[in-house]
C-alpha cells in the first residue's frame, strides 16, 4: 500500500498488418492495413489509487515496441487494502491504425488514417497492508 505500482511488458509489442489483394484479369489492386501501438493506459480500477490513471508512450526497441514504467512521472499508488478481495486495474494499448494502397506493410501511408485501436487486459490485483514502527 503506498507503494508506486510499475508496469512492464514481459515481451514487446510488434506492429502489425494485414493485405487484401485482388487479381482478377489483369488487374492488380492491393491494401495493407498497419497497426502500430503507441500508448498505454492503466487504470487503477479503484478511487482508493493515486493517481487512478497514468499513460504512458510506448518506445520502439529492437525487438518492438515497450514501456518500462518504473522511471515514469506518473505511477499509481494504491491507498487502501483490499482485505480479501482484489481491484481490477485494467491496461488499454492503443493502436495507431493507417493504411497503404499496396501489398507492402512499410509503403507511404495513405490519408486519411483509419480511427485507433484499442486492447484491453483486466488483471485482478491484490493490495495487503503492512504495518511497522518506526522510532
Known sequence: MNL???VKFDVPLERVWVTARFNHLGVDLAAT???TPVAL???A???FADPRTCEY????GKS???VDTSKADCSIAFKKSTGGGSYPLQARVTWKVTWTDSANPDGAPREPDLPA???TFEQDVAVKEVQS???
Open 4 to 6: 508506486p505500482t510499475h
Open 33 to 35: 492495413t498497419v497497426a
Open 41 to 43: 493506459r492503466v487504470d
Open 45 to 47: 480500477g479503484t478511487d
Open 57 to 60: 508512450d510506448l518506445s520502439s
Open 64 to 66: 518492438g515496441y515497450q
Open 117 to 119: 485501436g484499442l486492447s
Open 133 to 135: 514502527v518506526n522510532r
